[in-house]
Nanobody, 123 residues
Framework: QVQLVESGGGLVQVGGSLRLSCAAS????????SGWFRQAPGKEREFVAS????????DYADSVKGRFTISRDNAKNTVYLQMNSLKPEDTAVYYC????????????????WGQGTQVTVSS
């Protein structure tokens, strides 16, 4: 089993930066693909970014390409989301996620979710 805990959310000005962290329990996490999702009020949860078990492959939603960067440090059992050039449209609850496999599969189910952390970008 894996437990995920996000941190780093908060209030930031338009154009600012924020780094989210996802701390995972369980040594098996170092072999799991991970990702980030977000959900704004009244909208469906949407994919933001993913990373495979060793960090060699990453993928991003078109809306965040060039602005967000996903990374991981398996020695610390932690996944990060660096968010730059933030826009009001980025305001949402951000969730850390993991699939119980080495490579992220877009059509696959998410087996583990964090509790979410609020990110608010003020105009």
């Amino acid at each position: 089993q894996v437990q995920l805990v996000e941190s780093g959310g908060g209030l930031v000005q338009v154009g600012g930066s924020l780094r989210l962290s996802c701390a995972a329990s369980g040594r098996a996490f170092s072999l799991y693909a991970s990702g980030w999702f977000r959900q704004a009020p009244g909208k469906e949860r949407e994919f933001v970014a993913s990373i495979n078990w060793d960090g060699h492959y990453t993928d991003y939603a078109d809306s965040v390409k060039g602005r967000f960067t996903i990374s991981r440090d398996n020695a610390k059992n932690t996944v990060y989301l660096q968010m730059n050039s933030l826009k009001p449209e980025d305001t949402a609850v951000y969730y850390c996620a993991a699939q119980g496999r080495l490579i992220w599969v877009k059509s696959g189910s998410v087996e583990y979710w964090g509790q979410g952390t609020q990110v608010t970008v003020s105009s």
